[in-house]
């Protein structure tokens, strides 16, 4: 756990049993991530991603499915000035934006970010959650696959901003076909002090890889069939 954390790692269980309000978060095809308040049931946020925006143009004019803010979603904690627990996620097959809430004290939308400059590593998220986890640098970071049928047609680990979703890092893995490719969901094996030390995801050609979180390189430990 996070007790092991130097410097701020003894403060982590007064954190915990402190009484924080129990959320209930999940996304809809209306295009709202809500969030309930798990005691009583009532609705207590709610957030429309940007990247789902025409979905919900297309709704109001046309009849039958679309995808809207379906992705998954992750809890975490992480520290700035004290311990605050956030909410990740990403818009599944609606759209290719990855956002954060803080929930603690009050929940607010931290950030969207379509990568910006980035936007062509991108895809879409349809099996994964980000993932929240200190480096070994004492970065706070979102980690996550860049997901399938990007504009670059690229496999990478993308290391996000925490606090403010920008790209910090990413790690690209080779190409050894012209096939388009993409990463996807993340584990992530933190050393014997808590900070994440490697991660751990397969790539759309059937390649497991492990990523240094140090180093900032891949290498291919897996080949499926």
């Known amino acids: 756990g996070y007790n092991r954390l130097p410097n701020i790692g003894a403060s982590y269980p007064s954190y915990l049993r402190n009484t924080q309000t129990p959320y209930l978060a999940v996304g809809a095809n209306n295009g709202v991530v809500h969030l309930f308040n798990a005691a009583t049931g009532l609705e207590a946020f709610g957030f429309i991603p940007n990247s789902v925006l025409p979905n919900i143009a297309h709704h109001a004019t046309h009849?039958?499915?679309?995808?809207?803010?379906?992705g998954a979603l992750s809890v975490g904690d992480a520290y700035q000035n004290g311990w605050r627990r956030l909410l990740m996620g990403t818009t599944g097959a609606g759209g290719r934006s990855v956002f954060a809430i803080q929930l603690t004290p009050q929940p607010q939308i931290l950030w969207e970010t379509p990568l910006a400059q980035h936007h062509n590593l991108l895809g879409y998220h349809l099996t994964q959650a980000p993932v929240l986890a200190p480096l070994p640098d004492g970065r706070w970071v979102v980690i996550l696959g860049n997901g399938v049928r990007s504009p670059s047609g690229s496999a990478a680990l993308l290391i996000l901003d925490a606090w403010t979703g920008s790209l910090l890092m990413h790690i690209p893995v080779p190409n050894v076909t012209s096939a388009p490719n993409g990463l996807g969901a993340v584990a992530v094996a933190?050393?014997?002090?808590?900070?994440?030390?490697?991660?751990?995801?397969?790539?759309?050609?059937?390649?497991?890889?492990?990523?240094d979180l140090v180093n900032f390189n891949a290498h291919k430990i897996l080949q499926t069939p």
Do not use: E, I, K, L
């Open 63 to 70: 009849s039958g499915f679309t995808y809207s803010a379906d």
């Open 190 to 211: 933190p050393n014997a002090q808590g900070p994440a030390r490697y991660a751990y995801a397969g790539d759309a050609h059937g390649s497991v890889w492990r990523f």
